[in-house]
């Protein structure tokens, strides 16, 4: 059983279009996250939910939208995309916000703009 | 604000040979510091964390940690890498400042060589 999910693994699409990635976890955590890593390796906390409720907005534009249906789920919906937002693009999850638990991280999505 | 420094961006090492990938962090209040591993296509997986206690922090596949409160620095070693350890590394700080926000640091390439 993956402790976290990510769907799909590959995406290839073209400037403009809207897309997005689901996430789940089965390890009863409270907290998720999403993270962008660019092509340097940099990692970067894009959004976290606590119990379906945002928690950390990080300077993103607007055509980012996650969702969160409940706390075993994390969407991430993007409009009109843009070549700057090819990357792989992570989510993750702890046990809840206390700051001393680790993170499991998903495999990432590769995302790949035309 | 809480930061971390990589100080390595590539680090090459034979087979058997040790290694020590360095981190230095900085804080104003107290933190917790975690070394993750990301294999090629794969996410992040934790290595080892420190919490409180003993500074010498011990993780998986024979990696270990001394943190250093007065260097702010949290090293990590190996005494004998193999050819299996080639990866991304990532230092990692996250404090009860910080706004439940885990701080990675820009990552070290271990490239172990035959």
């Known amino acids: 059983d993956t402790a976290v999910s990510q769907t799909p693994k590959y995406l290839v699409t073209q400037m403009g279009n809207d897309k997005s990635i689901k996430c789940e976890q089965n390890l009863g955590h409270d907290t998720m996250y999403w993270y962008k890593q660019d092509s340097k390796k940099f990692l970067k906390i894009m959004f976290s ?6 928690i950390i907005n990080e300077t993103v534009p607007n055509r980012f939208s996650p969702k969160s249906p409940d706390k075993a789920h994390l969407n991430l919906h993007i409009n009109s995309l843009e070549l700057g937002d090819s990357a792989v693009y992570f989510c993750a999850s702890s046990q809840d916000v206390n700051p001393g638990y680790e993170q499991y991280f998903g495999p990432g999505t590769r995302l790949t703009v035309t | 604000a809480q930061s971390v420094t990589q100080l390595d961006s590539q680090v090459p090492v034979f087979e058997e040979a040790p290694v020590e990938l360095r981190c230095n962090y900085s804080s104003s209040v107290s933190v917790y510091l975690f070394w993750y591993v990301q294999y090629p296509n794969q996410g992040l997986q934790l290595l080892l964390k420190y919490l409180s206690g003993s500074t010498l922090v011990k993780g998986i596949n024979g990696f270990e940690a001394e943190f250093n409160k007065s260097q702010t620095s949290f090293h990590l070693r190996k005494p004998s890498v193999h050819i299996s350890d080639t990866a991304e590394y990532f230092c990692a700080v996250s404090g009860n400042t ?7 640091g820009a990552g070290t390439r271990l490239f172990v060589k035959a």
């Open chain 2, 98 to 104: 910080g706004g439940f926000k885990t701080i990675f």
């Open chain 1, 49 to 54: 939910y606590n119990n379906k409720e945002l």
